[in-house]
């Protein structure tokens, strides 16, 4: 089994900063590649962001050049950071993962909320 433990959202002004947090713990390497994604009142979720086991990072047309998305393997962690926050960044973001073994296991976390005053 695996645990994906997001932290660190919360209320912040237009142009402010938040970093989030995903620890993830279970049957999962420190390594595995990692997503943010996230979900507005009344939309879909949308992807924000991965990271490979590599550190390579892709970003979403809307937050690039805003967020970014960084790991540290030692302590099992992921971390998005976000800056120059906008209203409609405001939405429930998620830590997600793909976990291969034997089969392939989707987890997801169970959401931060981020709110961004204009």
């Known amino acids: 089994q695996v645990q994906l433990v997001e932290s660190g959202g919360g209320l912040v002004q237009a142009g402010g900063s938040l970093r989030l947090s995903c620890a993830a713990s279970?049957?999962?390497?420190?390594?595995?590649?990692m997503d943010w994604y996230r979900q507005a009142p009344g939309k879909q979720r949308e992807l924000v962001g991965t990271?490979?086991?590599?550190?390579?990072?892709n970003y979403a047309d809307s937050v690039k050049g805003r967020f970014t998305i960084s790991r540290d393997n030692a302590k099992s962690t992921v971390y998005l950071q976000m800056n120059n926050l906008k209203p409609e960044d405001t939405a429930v973001y998620y830590c997600?993962?793909?976990?291969?073994?034997?089969?392939?296991?989707?987890?997801w976390g169970q959401g931060t909320q981020v709110t961004v005053s204009s």
């Open positions: 990271i490979t086991s590599g550190g390579r990072t």
């Open positions: 997600h993962a793909w976990v291969v073994g034997g089969r392939r296991y989707e987890y």
């Open positions: 279970g049957s999962i390497s420190s390594r595995n590649p």
